[in-house]
């Protein structure tokens, strides 16, 4: 699902650690928590975090696994 342009343009997003190492190594596409589809090109610190990535990722909960977070945050092109 691609939101296209507008306010997930202004945002960094949460993204799975992995797939993040996959896109910036050949180019794939990656899925936010949101649904944003995209490929990572922006220094993700520059930008506020989604809101609606943040909810979702704070109502995961800390169980430990793979599922994402701050370390996974990718910037949104």
Do not use: N
Not at 13 to 32: E, F
């Amino acid at each position: 699902m691609s939101h296209g342009d507008g306010d997930h343009e202004r945002f960094a997003h949460y993204v799975q650690k992995d797939k993040i190492m996959a896109s910036a190594l050949d180019g794939t596409p990656v899925v936010a928590l949101c649904g944003k589809v995209w490929v990572p090109g922006r220094d993700p610190k520059k930008y506020p975090v989604c809101p609606m990535c943040k909810e979702i990722y704070e109502s995961m909960g800390s169980g430990g696994d793979d599922k994402g977070g701050k370390g996974g945050k990718g910037g949104d092109k």
